[in-house]
């Protein structure tokens, strides 16, 4: 039975993951969004608590205000997987998570509530991820490597096997990441060092 979805966040991510939703043959009832002014929105985010037969999906890129909207409201939680995505058999998806089109998850992979696997994005064997990450387009986690809650890896970033990433961590974009990093902060550059 198809599910009514409604997206969270009506900018050019929710579109996206509005296609994903479409892809997979569920139903898009609409958007909520604070900006009431952004095409195809029916009201504000706190609205969603009225819709009790209806699935969401946050569309927000932000890993702090998509953990508070996950926080603050008790609703159904939709899980977004592009029919691209390569997901192997044994993998865990957090409910409210989303997985677009050609990324890999593999072999014992387990991915927490209201991630965001991006584009392309490649998360070797044997990862854990924590609850509100963004790995971006492109990225790559390579075999058991772990990251916090809300740590955001940059588009085409790259992730040593068997790291650790430690919660709050941003690992700027094409940067490489050769050793664990627990403090929270902005990393960038190869190998990835902190911005000061």
Request: aromatic share 4%; hydrophobic share 40%; glycine share 10%.
């Amino acid at each position: 039975m198809n599910k009514d979805v409604i997206v969270i966040g009506a900018s050019g991510h929710g579109k996206v993951i509005a296609d994903i939703i479409k892809k997979c043959g569920d139903n898009i009832v609409g958007f909520l969004d604070d900006d009431l002014s952004k095409p195809g929105v029916m009201g504000r985010v706190c609205e969603c608590t009225k819709y009790k037969d209806t699935y969401f999906v946050i569309a927000i890129g932000n890993n702090k205000t998509r953990k508070m909207i996950a926080e603050k409201y008790d609703i159904n939680y939709y899980t977004a997987i592009h029919p691209t995505a390569v997901i192997a058999d044994d993998v865990t998806i957090g409910e409210g998570s989303v997985v677009m089109a050609n990324a890999v998850i593999n072999p014992s992979a387990r991915i927490g509530k209201h991630c965001i696997i991006n584009t392309a994005a490649v998360i070797e064997h044997d990862c854990v991820i924590a609850d509100h990450v963004h790995v971006s387009p492109n990225a790559t986690l390579c075999g058991t490597v772990t990251v916090g809650e809300s740590a955001h890896i940059g588009a085409s970033a790259v992730v040593r096997n068997n790291l650790n990433i430690g919660s709050n961590v941003t690992i700027g974009a094409g940067a490489a990441v050769v050793k664990n990093i627990d403090k929270p902060g902005i990393y960038v550059g190869v190998p990835a060092r902190e911005l000061r």
